[in-house]
């Protein structure tokens, strides 16, 4: 075979990983949106046949013998050409998935699958015991994973790998022990002042319009809506079955109109990531994506760094007091803007404002780390939350369900992905101020409705590499320095002393 | 190998079969339900793939050894007990498969699923021409797929045969040639007669409350929710992802509130037969179903003989006037039940009557059987549509939508599945019949509302049976008899008799 047979050969698997990917995807959609509770075994065997069969097309012994042959023929594999990026990438995947056994992946999707039923419940009824015994499996499947990827410095290293190609728990760990002191600080001084009142947000919000405002939301940010849909879930989330069909889901409270706005202002953040990944790339090892990191930066960004601001709401204030004249008539725009972004320490991470936000993130990774390096035990997880949470944010969630039972991460196995959530929030400020540094008229066009220049600038600027980039490498590239909390201080800083007369 | 340690490997096998073929119909009502359209083109790729690798599975060399192996060691292979059946049933399965190659099935599967978005807009719009290419290259396909089942007495015969295991084109035209002068005449004998009032039926009924209504009605039935969910899309279906996935899917319209009521009462039908397929013989070539004319016994019993009774109407209309109390207050039960029996010759099968239903197939099989007689072509089929409809029925559809666009079938290559709904009339009034002999309490029952002596009756007699018979073979064992029009004719004569004072 010539070097391009062979070239096309790895983008035919490709192709055929990406149809596998997108079906599996259709299966967790359907899972989470619409499956009855009686579909969920045979949906975990279902998922983990075509999970299974992904990961041995994926590790067979002549994909790597191929991938090899290949890189052989590459002058320069480090070399930053497209090519050379896409046999190191396909390497770089061949030798991960190879280590990790098939039937030990189709268990872990199998025992997965039914957690997420299990949690669901368990959180219905905020009754952990029955979660336990499904995490504790999932527990010992990780470190049974782990295990496969020694010798490491750390064990959640190749957790962490999983979400965010090329991070280490020691890296993390030093971003976020730069936060942490500046943070609690920046907290201590906001408590210190008056708070701000936020009392318009605990009306009564009819569901019906909250639904037309949140798919203008989406509608507004440049989400396409031939290539997705909203539906409604317990835990929102995006997903996608290619390039031309990537889905958002949110969920609607009554009493708390902006849960459901900013989580479809988030989800929509990463469905427009999705849906702008580049089509050259697509079935190679250059396309989709490989940094959750970048995948939540978007997501925090148009739900935070634009969702919050004062421009967004300047233009978009008047059209929610028109969706609901009775709960929001007669509170000014500078009172919404205020009450939106009011600090206070809550129970629930995706509720939280961004200056407690990280703090939920460092109690996850602390309980993370401990169950990884064998310190603590599933069943002691619930006490513990109670009290990290005391620790971290001086309050103590009512129940199981507002504690350990709120995220869906767990039941799917994801330990490891909750630190891409504070780095993005990180990398969102960084591309927020390199945006800013080149299009200074972003905010007035924000508050004249026209956001077309941010989502052209993420296109152009993020989106369209794909995974040609590791996060480091990315935002190096679009902004000339590494990941750096400095930024995201700095605008919290400036924030809050405005809002907070810090 | 031993014979259990081969037979495990079969049934291995059908394991692994009822997994991808729920995977893939999970991606078939994804598609009609909620995948926005951007996703037909990756959707097709998807189908196809599993369609693909299943179908390549199932035709494997090696399970055709592995069949015939086991099929030695059968002393008798058309004896009646579940081994021989099932060993004869999976060597019918190899048999019939094996001759499809792998890649006209995967061909088929991606053309009809970019079909089906055609043929979608295409009805919307009522513009055939769009789907027409679509059509042409599906009947082309259906030709080629015929070819491979020769010898055959008519090229038909491996079309029926796909729906209906043993049919042939001669017994369907032999069983419409007993019926169509029979039904004619009934139709000519209502028309002189005065006609029903049914206006209450074309006032606005509120679709919300038509939905919680639709959803006592299957609840009614003994749907188990537990174990599926009722959907809207453009053309009601019922589907099964597993034995304890099985979903439906109903319209509903401001003006036609009847059309959901007798579509989720049909759909429900088949869903209670894919809910009551015996457990024991689930991943056996015995699972499943290989009888539509059965399947569609099941609908059309419940949509029509219980759906369209009085007794049914006795327990239920109160509780649909309090539902509809502006729309149905004033309206006498006697005046309802007319109403819905009306007898009229209307343009749309599914929402047609009883009496005029079949005329409605047997147009649609003279279409077909030209068209697989190569006697007439794509192109032509509005016209001709128009004119047999005038032939048959005596009224000219307005427009294609509600011609030859009307009914999903052959966007999906279903080309001899039609016969299968004319046989299912027939073979549900063999089964009321019978189960109204064995159980003469059951009209007294639906009158105060309890339906599940039905639900059991059936269920005992049909469900459980799943693959074991064919439809002539099962109706012979229930009533002693083989499908036979008369009993139908009977159960018509008897209704409009009294309904049209004849």
Redesign the interface.
């Known amino acids: 075979m010539s070097f391009e047979e062979k070239l096309a050969k790895l983008r035919e698997l490709y192709t055929?990983q990406n149809?596998?990917t997108?079906?599996g995807a259709?299966?967790g959609w359907?899972q989470q949106v619409?499956?009855?509770?009686?579909?969920a075994?045979?949906?975990g065997?279902?998922m983990a046949?075509?999970g299974g069969l992904a990961h041995q097309k994926a590790t067979a012994p002549e994909v790597g013998q191929l991938i090899d042959d290949l890189a052989a023929e590459i002058p320069d594999l480090d070399a930053d050409d497209d090519l050379a990026r896409e046999i190191k990438l396909a390497k770089r995947n061949f030798d991960h998935s190879a280590k990790i056994p098939t039937d030990k992946m189709m268990e872990f999707i199998r025992v997965t699958s039914l957690a997420h039923e299990a949690w669901t419940k368990a959180k219905t009824d905020s009754d952990f015991a029955v979660f336990q015994p499904h995490l504790e499996k999932i527990l010992n499947l990780t470190k049974e994973m782990v295990s496969f990827f020694a010798p490491y410095d750390h064990p959640y290293d190749p957790l962490i790998d999983m979400y965010e190609v090329g991070m280490t728990a020691a890296e993390v760990k030093s971003i976020f022990d730069a936060l942490r002191p500046r943070q609690v600080e920046l907290l201590r001084r906001i408590a210190e002042k008056p708070q701000v009142d936020d009392s318009f947000a605990h009306t009564e919000y009819d569901i019906e319009t909250q639904k037309k405002l949140n798919n203008y939301l989406a509608t507004l940010q440049g989400y396409?809506?031939?290539?997705?849909?909203l539906?409604e879930t317990v835990h929102p989330f995006t997903t996608g079955?290619?390039?031309?069909?990537v889905?958002i889901t949110t969920h609607y409270y009554l009493n708390m109109p902006l849960s459901a706005m900013f989580s479809t202002l988030h989800e929509t953040g990463h469905a427009l990531y999705e849906q702008g990944l580049s089509r050259a790339y697509h079935n190679t090892a250059l396309g989709g994506t490989n940094s959750m990191a970048v995948h939540e930066s978007n997501s925090r960004l148009w739900e935070n760094v634009i969702g919050r601001s004062k421009e967004f709401w300047r233009f978009l204030y008047p059209i929610a007091q028109a969706f609901f004249p009775a709960n929001l008539g007669n509170v000014s725009s500078d009172q919404f803007y205020r009450g939106i972004n009011k600090v206070t320490p809550s129970f629930i991470r995706i509720e939280a404002d961004e200056a407690t936000y990280n703090l939920h993130i460092m109690l996850r990774l602390e309980l993370e780390l401990a169950m990884i390096e064998d310190k603590i035990q599933v069943k002691d997880l619930p006490e513990l939350w109670m009290s990290k949470m005391k620790e971290y944010l001086g309050v103590t969630p009512p129940d199981d369900a507002r504690g350990v039972l709120q995220d869906v991460h767990w039941s799917g196995g994801m330990i490891g992905y909750f630190p891409t959530y504070a780095l993005g929030n990180l990398l969102a400020v960084q591309w927020w101020n390199q945006m800013l540094s080149d299009l200074p008229n972003i905010p007035d066009e924000m508050a004249a409705g026209k956001l077309d220049s941010i989502l052209t600038w993420l296109r152009e600027n993020v989106h369209r590499h794909s995974s040609r980039y590791t996060a480091q490498e990315l935002v190096r590239k679009v902004t000339g320095e590494g990941i750096n909390p400095d930024h995201y201080m700095n605008y919290l800083t400036k924030k809050y002393t405005e809002i907070y007369d810090l």
Chains 1, 2 share one sequence.
């Open positions: 055929e149809l596998l997108g079906i259709l299966l359907d619409y499956m009855p509770s009686g579909g075994e045979t949906r065997a279902q046949y075509i396409d809506w031939n290539r997705g849909r539906d079955f290619g390039l031309d069909d889905r």
